[in-house]
C-alpha cells in the first residue's frame, strides 16, 4: 500500500522547479519559453500540492505500521494531521484547470486513502478480539497479583490462574491477522508481554510455599540477602504491572536500575566463608537475571523490524525448505537438511504457543523434504530383475508416482480453493486407491512394503493440507 501510494505521488507531481538555475551564470537571461507541462507544473496550485505531499509522505509509515486503537493519542494525533492535511488539499485553487483538478483529486484521495487505513485497522475486528483478550488478561492480572500486592498482602498465584493465562495465549495466537503489520504488531506484542507475565508468574510460585533456606539471625549477610528478596518480590510484581499496562509510573529502564542496584548490593556481601550462604546468594542473583531478561520489552513490536528479533522467530524464517524445491535446487543433500534439524531443535519457543507451531511446522518442512530425497534416491538405484514379483512392482510404480507428486506438494503455495490443489489432492487419492488394489498374494513383504507406501501417501495428504491451513504468526 505504502509504496504504491509513494510511486503514485512520484509520478503525479515529478520533480519541483529550481528556479535558481536561470541566474546561476550571472547576469540577465534570455526569456525561457517554458512548455505548458512545466508551466503547470509551477502553478502556485501544484507547488502547494508539492508541499502538502512532503507532509503525506512523513506521515505515510507511520499510518501504515499503526497498531494502537482509535483512543489511542498516536492515532488521534495522525488523524488529525491527515484530516487538517485533507482541507488543505479541498482550498488549493486550481483556476478551473482540469489538469490541476485532476491533480488536486488525486491528492485528495490518497490522503483518504491514508485515513482510511488507519481507521480499518483500528477498528478491525481481529484487533478489537486482540484488544478483548488483553483486557481480560490485564484484569486477572491486577486482581490476582499486582492489587494484594499494593495493598500490603501476598500475590495469588495458583494453578487456576496459570492456566486460565495459558488459555488466553492460545486465543491470541488464534486471531487471525490477514498478513496485515499492524494486526502482526498488535498480536506479536500481546503475545510476547503475556508470555513473560507467564514466565514471571511461573517463577515465583515455588518461592511462596518454601521457607528461606536461612534464618536471618545466623549471619548478617543472610539478613543483607533476605532485605534484598523481600525487594525482589516487589519489584517481580511491579514488572508485571508494567508488563500488562498497570502501571503508570514506573518504566521499564527505572525497574532495571532498582534490580541492577541489588544486584551490586549482593556482589559486595563478603560469602567467602559459608558454602550455604554463598549459594543463597547465587539463587537471589538468578531470580534477579529470571526478571532483567524481560525489562527488554519496552517498545517491543513498536517497530516492524522489531518482529525478528525473538531469537526463536529468526531462526524460523531463516530456512524455507519447500522454497529449495519450488526453485529447483534440488542438489542438496540430506546433510544439509539434517543441520537444518538441529538447528531446530535448538530453537527456544520461550512457552511461547506461536513459535512452538512454527518450530513444529518448520520441522514437518524439513522431514518432508527428506523423505523425498530419500525416495528419489532409492528410485534412482533400483534394478528390477526379471522374477520381481507383481505385487512389488506395482508398489514401486505406485511410489514412483509419489515421488513425482510430493515434489509439486513441496513447491505448492496456494490455497484450498485453487485448481492446482484440488488436482493434486484428487491425484495422490488415487494412488491410495492403487496400493488398495495391489494383491500381496500371501507375500510378507510385499504387504510391508504397501503399508509403508499407503503411510508415505497419507503423510503428503496431511503435508498439503498442512500447508493450506493459513496458519499464521
Known amino acids: 500500500f505504502w509504496l504504491s501510494f509513494v510511486l503514485l505521488f512520484s509520478s503525479l507531481f515529478g520533480k519541483p522547479f529550481d528556479g535558481g538555475k536561470r541566474m546561476e551564470h550571472g547576469g540577465p537571461q534570455e526569456p525561457h519559453h517554458q512548455h505548458p507541462v512545466e508551466q503547470q507544473q509551477h502553478h502556485p496550485a501544484m507547488m502547494r500540492l508539492y508541499e502538502v505531499q512532503k507532509e503525506v509522505l512523513s506521515l505515510g509509515p507511520h499510518v501504515c505500521t499503526f497498531s494502537g486503537l482509535q483512543d489511542d493519542r498516536e492515532y488521534k494525533r495522525m488523524e488529525r494531521e491527515l484530516t487538517r492535511l485533507l482541507l488543505e488539499v479541498d482550498q488549493v485553487d486550481t483556476e478551473g484547470k482540469v489538469e490541476l483538478q485532476g491533480a488536486r483529486k488525486r491528492a485528495a484521495q490518497e490522503v483518504e486513502g491514508l485515513l482510511r487505513y488507519l481507521e480499518e485497522n483500528a477498528t478491525h475486528p481481529s484487533r ?9 488478561a490485564r484484569q486477572l492480572v491486577d486482581e ?5 500486592q499494593r495493598a500490603g498482602g501476598v500475590a495469588e498465584i495458583n494453578d487456576e490462574l496459570l492456566d486460565t493465562l495459558q488459555e488466553l495465549v492460545l486465543r491470541l495466537t488464534q486471531v487471525k491477522t490477514e498478513g496485515r503489520v499492524p494486526l502482526r504488531k498488535a498480536r506479536y506484542r500481546a503475545l510476547t508481554r503475556l508470555c513473560a507475565v507467564q514466565d514471571v508468574l511461573e517463577g515465583r510460585t515455588p518461592h511462596q510455599t518454601l521457607s528461606l533456606p536461612l534464618s536471618g539471625d545466623s549471619n548478617e549477610a543472610v539478613h543483607r540477602i533476605n532485605q534484598v528478596m523481600v525487594k525482589v518480590s516487589m519489584a517481580r510484581s511491579q514488572l508485571v504491572a508494567l508488563l500488562m499496562g498497570l502501571s503508570g509510573r514506573d518504566s521499564c529502564a527505572h525497574l532495571s536500575r532498582i534490580l541492577t542496584e541489588l544486584q551490586v548490593e549482593l556482589d559486595a556481601l563478603d560469602v567467602s566463608g559459608n558454602a550455604a550462604v554463598r549459594n543463597y546468594r547465587k539463587q537471589v542473583v538468578e531470580e534477579i ?8 520489552l519496552e517498545g517491543e513490536g513498536d517497530d516492524t523490524r522489531r518482529l525478528g528479533r ?7 524464517s531463516g530456512e524455507n525448505p519447500h522454497d529449495t524445491i519450488r526453485h529447483g535446487d534440488l542438489s542438496l ?6 543441520n537444518l ?8 519457543t520461550a512457552k511461547n504457543p506461536c513459535i512452538r507451531e512454527a518450530r513444529r511446522r518448520a520441522v514437518v518442512e524439513v522431514q518432508a523434504v527428506i523423505t523425498f530425497l530419500d525416495l528419489r534416491e532409492a528410485l534412482a538405484q533400483r534394478h528390477p530383475g526379471p522374477d520381481e514379483r507383481p505385487s512389488h512392482r506395482a508398489v514401486w510404480l505406485v511410489l514412483g508416482s509419489l515421488s513425482d507428486l510430493q515434489a509439486q506438494v513441496l513447491g505448492f503455495d496456494g490455497k484450498r480453493a485453487d485448481k492446482s490443489y484440488m488436482m493434486l489432492e484428487e491425484l495422490l487419492t488415487k494412488q491410495l486407491l492403487m496400493l488398495d488394489a495391489v494383491d500381496a498374494q500371501g507375500d510378507e513383504m510385499a ?13 503428503i495428504l496431511n503435508y498439503l ?8 504468526y
Open 333 to 338: 543433500d540430506q546433510s544439509w537438511f539434517l
Open 128 to 136: 478489537l478480539a486482540m484488544e478483548e483478550l488483553s483486557v481480560a
Open 465 to 472: 493440507d498442512m500447508k493450506t491451513d493459513e496458519w499464521e
Open 289 to 296: 537475571n529470571g526478571l532483567l531478561k524481560h525489562l527488554d
Open 447 to 459: 504387504k510391508m512394503a504397501r503399508k509403508q507406501a499407503v503411510k508415505f501417501a497419507q503423510n
Open 341 to 348: 534439524l538441529t538447528h531446530l531443535d535448538q530453537v527456544d
Open 144 to 148: 490476582h497479583v499486582v492489587a494484594p
Open 310 to 316: 525473538n531469537n526463536g522467530l529468526r531462526l524460523l
